[in-house]
C-alpha cells in the first residue's frame, strides 16, 4: 500500500549489486561443489571409491557460514568481508581436491589403447547435462625434458610435435592457442613426499563429442623431433569480424560488437557498450545523485587485436580506455571534474558450432563511488523479459509501476537474476515511431503490430544474457530495449561508521558471459543449462604411469555418459550421495509452463528408486526399467530421486 508507513520490511534491492566479488566466490563455490565435487565424487563411489562425506561437509560448512544476510548482502564491514574470503578459499580448496581426486580415480579405470613410449591418454569431463558437440579448450601438459619438437623457418620457436586421436583411432585435428614453457608444478607420488613436475603447457582447442555428465577420451602421441603437426583454418571474415555457420560478429570502431544471426537475418548493434554512473549509496541501495551524470563508452576509441584465430575458435581482445570522474565530491554533492581512464577489455570468442558468443570481460578499476553496467541492446518489441530463478524462470514487465513515485521505497528497474536475462519478442520495424514500437508505454501484443511496408509481421527477435556470479539485471524501458547486465558498484559508505575503503573495489576485476540471439521461442532449459555450463566448462586429467598404481584394472569404456536426461526438458540442480542411505540422489526441476515426463538414464541397472523431498523424505516410489527410472514434472515443480 502506497499510504502505509509502519513496520514492514524494505526490499534493499541494492545488495543484489554490492561488493560483486563476493558474488562471484560464492559462485565459484558453489559451482565446485555442486557441478563437480558433489556429482564425481558419487560417481566415482559407485565404481567402488569412498566417498568424501567429510570433506565435503566441512567444505559446505565453510560456505554456509558465509550466507548470514549481512555478510552475502555485501553491506557490512571490510572485517567481515575478509574473514568470508578466506571462507571461501577454505571451501574452495577442500572441494577442488575432492574433485580432481574423483576425475582421476574415474580416468585411471577407463580402458586404454595401445600406446607407444610416450603416449598418454587425456579424458575430457562434461558435469553438464547436455552432450558437448563445440570444440572445447584443453590444456596439454608435456614433461620439460620433452625432445619432440620442432620449429617454423630457422628455429624462430620451438612447438611441441604432437598428434591426438580419438577412440576409434582417427587422428583428431586440434587448433594450437597458446603455449607457456617451463611451467613449476608438483607430482604426489603414493606414499611419498611431493616432488618438482616442471612441464610444457600447451593450450589446444578441439573439436570433440564429451556426453552428459561424462567423458570423452583422447590419445595424445609426440611424434618425431622436427616433424611438423599443423592443423591450419581460420575463422576470420575481415579484418574486424569473426564468424562460424550461424553467427557473424564486427567490432566496431568505438569497441562496440555488432552481431548478424544467419539463422534469422537480425542485426544486433552496440552490444558491450559500458554505462557508467556515479554511485553516493551503501551496501544497501544504490544512491543515484541528483547531479548525476552517465558516462558511456560509445565515443571511446578501442585497441582490437585477434589473438586467437583458426578453424575450431577465434577471439578478439577489445581494449579501451572510458575516461569517468575520478571520484564524487560529497562536499559539492557532484562528481569529480578530474576525470582518469577506466581500462576495460574484453575478450570477444566465437567457437564452430555455438550458436553464442562468449565474452570475457577484465575492468582495472581506479574510480571510486560508481556503478559500471554493460549494455546490450536488443532491438525487441517487448513489454515484458524474462529471468531465471531458484527453480523457476520469471516474467516481468519492462515498464515500472506508475504510481511508483507514492511508494515508500520505489521499484528501480534493477531486479536479481540466477544466471540468465531474456528479451522476446519480435524486431523493431525500420522507420517506425519509437514511441508506438516499444516505448516507454506498454506495448502492444505482437499480433496487433503494425506491418511492414512489404505486409509481412515482423520476424521473431530476442537476445538473452548469461552470466555467472553477477545476480543484478535489468531491461531499460527505453525503445531498443537493452539488457543492462550490472558488473559492479564501487561506495564507500557503511552503516554507523565513516566508511569502508573495501566498498570501493579497487583493483582487476574479471566476469564472464554468453550473449545468445533467439528468435521464435525461449529456451528456458537451454538458458538455464547454458548458465550451468559457463560456470562449469569442460575439464580434462592426463593419465600417466604413475596414476595407475593400486587401481583396478580399466573396466570403463573410453567414452561414457554416466546419467542422462530424455527427452531432456528439465534441468539436473544436484547430483550427490545420500546423507544417510546408500544411493544416488539426483534433483532437477522443470522451467516450463507444461507438465513433462523424464526419463534419467543411469549408471547401471537401478534397484529401487524413490521421490524424496529436499530433506530425503520419502514421497513415492519411482517407476523403473533396468537403468532407467522415469518421473513426471508438473510445471515449475522440483523432484528429488533417490536410487539405489
Known amino acids: 500500500d502506497p499510504a502505509e508507513v509502519g513496520d514492514d520490511a524494505l526490499l534493499l534491492h541494492g545488495v543484489l549489486s554490492s561488493r560483486m566479488y563476493l558474488k562471484q566466490a560464492n559462485a565459484r563455490c558453489e559451482n565446485e561443489l ?22 565435503l561437509h566441512l567444505a559446505w560448512r565453510y560456505l554456509i557460514t558465509n550466507h548470514a544476510h549481512d555478510s552475502m548482502c555485501g ?12 571462507r571461501f578459499r577454505h571451501s574452495l580448496q577442500i572441494s577442488r581436491h575432492v574433485a580432481g581426486d574423483a576425475l582421476r580415480q574415474i580416468a585411471a579405470r577407463v580402458q586404454r589403447p595401445p600406446m607407444e613410449g610416450k603416449d598418454f591418454l587425456i579424458l575430457v569431463f562434461n558435469p553438464g547435462s547436455d552432450d558437448l558437440v563445440h ?54 607420488p603414493l606414499r611419498k613426499f611431493p616432488g618438482p613436475d616442471d612441464r610444457h603447457e ?29 592443423h591450419p583454418g581460420t575463422m576470420r571474415a575481415d579484418h574486424r569480424s569473426i564468424e562460424n555457420e550461424y553467427l557473424r560478429l564486427s567490432v566496431q570502431p568505438n569497441g562496440t560488437v555488432s552481431l548478424l ?9 552496440e552490444l558491450l557498450t559500458f554505462e557508467d554512473r556515479a554511485d553516493i549509496g551503501d551496501g544497501w541501495y544504490h544512491g543515484q545523485p541528483v547531479n548525476d551524470e552517465a558516462f558511456l563508452s560509445t565515443a571511446c576509441t578501442a585497441d582490437v587485436a585477434l589473438v586467437a584465430d583458426g578453424f575450431a575458435k577465434a577471439t578478439i581482445r577489445i581494449a579501451r580506455e572510458f575516461h569517468v570522474p575520478r571520484c564524487f565530491c560529497f562536499d559539492r554533492m557532484v562528481r569529480s571534474d578530474e576525470t582518469e581512464p577506466l581500462r576495460i577489455t574484453s575478450f570477444v570468442t566465437l567457437r564452430q558450432g555455438c550458436d553464442f558468443v562468449e565474452v570475457r570481460t577484465v575492468v582495472r578499476n581506479t574510480i571510486r563511488d560508481h556503478r559500471l553496467r554493460v549494455l546490450l541492446p536488443t532491438g525487441t518489441h517487448a513489454s515484458t523479459y524474462f529471468a531465471d530463478s531458484a527453480f523457476d524462470v520469471v516474467e516481468r514487465p519492462i515498464a515500472l509501476r506508475p504510481d511508483n513515485a507514492d511508494y515508500r521505497e520505489m521499484e528501480t528497474e534493477t531486479k536479481p537474476q540466477y544466471t540468465w536475462t531474456a528479451v522476446q519478442g519480435v524486431a ?18 505482437a499480433s496487433s503490430q503494425a506491418t ?40 564507500i559508505k557503511a552503516f554507523l561508521t565513516d566508511g569502508n575503503e573495501g566498498g570501493e573495489l579497487q583493483g582487476t576485476h574479471e566476469f564472464a558471459y554468453l550473449l545468445v540471439p533467439l528468435s521464435a521461442e525461449l529456451p528456458r532449459t537451454r538458458l538455464c543449462r547454458l548458465g550451468q555450463a559457463l560456470a562449469a566448462p569442460p575439464r580434462s586429467v592426463q ?24 527427452p531432456g526438458r528439465a534441468v539436473v540442480t544436484a547430483v550427490h550421495r545420500g546423507r544417510d542411505r546408500d544411493a544416488l540422489i539426483v534433483r532437477m526441476f522443470n522451467p516450463t509452463d507444461e507438465a513433462v515426463v523424464e526419463t534419467l538414464i543411469c549408471p547401471g541397472p537401478v534397484r529401487a528408486a524413490q521421490r524424496v523431498d529436499l530433506e530425503g523424505n520419502v514421497l513415492a516410489v519411482a517407476s523403473v526399467s533396468g537403468d532407467r527410472v522415469t518421473t513426471s514434472l508438473a510445471a515449475r515443480q522440483i523432484v528429488t530421486l533417490a536410487i539405489a
Not at 148 to 175: H, I, M, W
Not at 205 to 228: D, F, M
Not at 428 to 445: F, I, K
Open 75 to 86: 553491506c557490512s564491514l571490510d572485517a567481515v568481508h575478509d574473514d568470508m574470503m578466506g
Open 428 to 445: 523493431l520495424l525500420p522507420g517506425g515511431d519509437p514511441a508506438d514500437l516499444g516505448g516507454r508505454a506498454s506495448c502492444p501484443p
Open 261 to 269: 544471426d544467419k539463422r534469422t537475418g537480425q542485426l544486433y548493434e
Open 34 to 55: 555442486g557441478r563437480w565435487a558433489e556429482p564425481f565424487a558419487a560417481l566415482a563411489a559407485g565404481l567402488g571409491e569412498p566417498y568424501p562425506h567429510q570433506f
Open 452 to 491: 511492414s511496408e512489404a505486409g509481412r509481421m515482423p520476424a521473431p527477435r530476442g537476445l538473452a544474457v548469461v552470466s555467472t556470479g553477477l545476480p543484478e539485471s535489468a531491461v531499460c524501458d527505453l525503445p531498443n530495449r537493452p539488457i543492462a547486465l550490472t558488473l559492479f558498484r564501487s561506495f
Open 543 to 566: 593419465v600417466e604411469g604413475d596414476m595407475l598404481t593400486h587401481h583396478p584394472a580399466p573396466e570403463l569404456p573410453p567414452t561414457r555418459s554416466f546419467l542422462r536426461l530424455e
Open 135 to 188: 570444440p572445447v579448450d584443453v590444456t596439454i601438459r608435456f614433461p620439460a625434458a620433452i625432445d619432440t619438437l620442432f620449429a617454423e623457418g630457422f628455429n624462430y620457436e620451438p612447438k611441441v610435435s604432437f598428434r591426438l586421436y580419438d577412440q576409434a583411432g582417427q587422428e583428431v585435428p586440434y587448433e594450437l592457442v597458446n603455449q607457456r614453457w617451463r611451467r613449476r608444478g608438483l607430482r604426489r
Open 202 to 230: 600447451v593450450d589446444v582447442t578441439v573439436p570433440l563429442a564429451v556426453p552428459a555428465h561424462g567423458y570423452a577420451s583422447l590419445l595424445c602421441r609426440p611424434v618425431a623431433a622436427g616433424q611438423p603437426t599443423r
